[in-house]
C-alpha cells in the first residue's frame, strides 16, 4: 500500500472512532430531556444542580438502561470561576442509590461522586445526585464540569445489568453547565429607581 492510501485509511479509522464518540448513547446531563443549559442564583442563596445519566440517539442501545439496570456511578465535580462566584457547599445522592463505601469528598471547588444500587436502577434518564450551589458575588459565572475520577483503564466507575464497561462511553462527551449569580429581583428594580432618579436630577440642573 502506497504512503498515500495508509494516511486516507488511517484518517477513516480515526474519523469513524471520532464519529462514535460524538454520538455517545449514554452521557452525563443536568437535565433529564437536555432543555436545561444554565442555572441562575441569587446572592447569598442556593441553588441545586440535578445530574443524570441520560440515554440519547436512535438506538439499539447496549447497554439499554432501561431495561438494563444501573448498579453503579462515579464521577468528578469540579467548579471553575472567577474568586467571589458561586460555589459547592453540599450534595446528596439520588434516591434510590446509595453511597456505600462513604468515600464522596468535598470541597468548595472539587468533589467526587460514587453511588451504588444492587437492584439496578432504570429509565431513559436516571438521576444519579444533586449539587447545591451557593451564589456569592452578583454577576460572575461558574461553570461546572464533571469528568471521570478514576481515567485508568482497569477502573469503571459506571456499570450496569448488561455491562460493565461504560466510562470511555459516558466521559467522550464532556458535560458542563454555567451558574450565574444574578442580582434579586428587588435589588434590580432599586437600582433602575435610582439610576432614573439620578438622570432626572441632571436634567433638572
Request: glycine share 12%.
Amino acid at each position: 500500500m502506497k504512503i498515500g492510501q495508509l494516511l486516507v485509511a488511517i484518517a477513516l479509522v480515526v474519523g469513524l472512532g471520532m464519529d462514535r464518540a460524538a454520538h455517545a448513547d449514554l452521557i452525563l446531563d443536568f437535565s433529564p430531556d437536555g432543555s436545561v443549559t444554565s442555572f441562575a442564583v441569587n446572592p447569598g442563596g442556593t441553588v441545586e444542580v440535578p445530574i443524570f445519566l441520560r440515554q440519547v440517539g436512535a438506538g439499539p442501545f447496549a447497554p439499554d438502561i432501561t431495561s438494563d439496570g444501573l448498579l453503579g456511578f462515579g464521577f468528578q465535580v469540579d467548579l471553575t470561576s472567577t474568586p467571589g462566584s458561586a460555589t459547592a457547599t453540599g450534595f446528596s445522592i439520588s434516591s434510590p442509590f446509595i453511597d456505600l463505601a462513604g468515600i464522596s469528598t468535598l470541597g468548595a471547588s472539587s468533589l467526587q461522586l460514587f453511588g451504588d444500587n444492587f437492584a439496578g436502577v432504570t429509565g431513559s434518564a436516571v438521576e444519579l445526585a444533586r449539587i447545591t450551589i451557593l451564589g456569592n458575588v452578583a454577576g460572575n459565572t461558574t461553570n461546572i464540569t464533571l469528568s471521570d475520577p478514576n481515567p485508568a483503564p482497569l477502573v469503571q466507575d459506571f456499570g450496569t445489568l448488561g455491562s460493565s464497561d461504560l466510562d470511555s462511553q459516558i466521559f467522550s462527551t464532556p458535560a458542563t453547565i454555567s451558574v450565574t449569580t444574578v442580582p434579586e429581583p428587588g435589588s434590580t428594580l432599586l437600582l433602575v429607581a435610582f439610576s432614573i432618579a439620578s438622570f432626572a436630577r441632571r436634567r433638572t440642573r
